[in-house]
């Protein structure tokens, strides 16, 4: 458009009259309204799902991902998915062998939704946009890599326990929208900061409570904070028959349990549209140091199938369902 106008503009050089200015500024204002409507068109017809031009659970069929992938499995707990069957709830009560029974449960439940949010959170599927993630773990192997800048530019940044960004900001960006948590590795959030606790027994959920509360539970398997900071209307908790689906499914029950940061992975491919994941497996050497301090020896990872997770997150890869940043 603006091009025809320059051609006519240039024909009529030379004999310029009034009404030939009014005719170019009719042309004008043409091209001006076409380019609007086109505007208008392309920004309103966005296409329907996820935009970001490789959905990992929308793409083509792959067989290895839909026996493990089940969307019907949500992540965060509500009142009502707090109703779990008895098979999960004795799954949940015996990963860390401590038999509190289901009144306790139903009672920490009951506390629990009295002080935070009731709502389905994330499974909107966001469906005009590209939710994209960076599930940022601690491993070593984050040093020097300057993945920073990559990984702030994400809508969702999930970071793992204590993971800290302040002076790491190069490596390891500078944003968190969400902190993952047990009430052993708690931390400190500020008022925009999403907290998604995993819960692995009834005690963690009365600590929860506590925190906000009274301050009285003191110790879970460990010591732990009776307070912390956090914005109460932010906070999340995930639920059992999720960490199990993620233990028979993704884990063919392999470990005691998953760990928190396999389990954030399989969460992100529930409520991501594309998934960025840093700071997992061992640094080049072999180590298992954290990114932020020195791990005591033989640190490896506690109860977990770790080296059957690790191949998962290798094979995910590969299939294009997440992007594994090991810089290696
Ligand atoms: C997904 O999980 C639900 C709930 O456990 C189950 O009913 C359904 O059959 C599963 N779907 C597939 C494809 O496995
Ligand atoms: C809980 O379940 C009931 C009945 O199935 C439903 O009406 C209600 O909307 C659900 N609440 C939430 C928060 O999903
Ligand atoms: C807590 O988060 C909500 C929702 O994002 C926000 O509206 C509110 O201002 C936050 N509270 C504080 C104290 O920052
Ligand atoms: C949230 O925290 C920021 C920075 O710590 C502070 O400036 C802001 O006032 C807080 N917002 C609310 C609503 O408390």
Redesign the pocket.
């Known amino acids: 458009m603006l091009l025809l106008t320059v051609v006519y503009l240039q024909e009529k050089q030379g004999k310029m009259s009034w009404a030939n200015i009014k005719q170019i500024k009719f042309i004008i204002l043409m091209s001006i309204s076409c380019g609007l409507l086109y505007l208008h068109i392309t920004f309103t017809h966005k296409v329907p799902h996820c935009t970001c031009g490789h959905c990992h659970v929308e793409k083509h069929h792959d067989a290895w991902f839909s026996e493990r992938f089940n969307a019907s499995y949500h992540p965060l707990m ?3 998915s707090s109703h779990v069957s008895t098979e999960t709830f004795l799954w949940w009560q015996h990963i860390q062998l401590r038999t509190a029974g289901w009144n306790e449960y139903r009672n920490a439940v009951d506390k629990l939704f009295q002080i935070i949010p ?3 959170l994330y499974m909107d599927g966001c469906p005009d946009c590209c939710r994209v993630c960076s599930v940022v773990g601690n491993s070593g192997n984050l040093k020097n890599s300057r993945y920073g800048p990559l990984i702030d530019f994400s809508d969702f940044i999930l970071r793992i326990n204590r993971g800290p960004t302040k002076g790491y900001e190069r490596d390891v960006g500078s944003k968190t929208t969400h902190r993952i948590i047990y009430p052993e590795s708690a931390v400190d959030v500020d008022n925009s900061t999403h907290l998604v606790m995993f819960p692995f027994k009834v005690l963690d959920l009365e600590w929860l409570i506590s925190v906000f509360t009274t301050h009285t539970v003191k110790r879970a398997n460990t010591p732990v904070k009776s307070t912390i900071k956090a914005n109460l209307s932010l906070v999340s908790v995930v639920s059992p028959s999720f960490m199990k689906y993620v233990h028979y499914q993704w884990l063919q029950n392999h470990g005691l349990y998953p760990s928190t940061g396999f389990m954030t992975i399989v969460m992100a491919l529930h409520i991501c549209d594309k998934v960025r994941v840093f700071g997992f497996g061992a640094d080049k050497n072999g180590n298992w140091d954290h990114y932020f301090e020195k791990t005591p020896p033989f640190y490896r990872t506690g109860g977990h199938g770790g080296t059957f997770e690790y191949a998962t997150l290798k094979e995910l890869h590969k299939r294009n369902k997440i992007e594994f940043y090991t810089r290696w």
């Open positions: 509500t009142r009502n009731d709502k389905e």
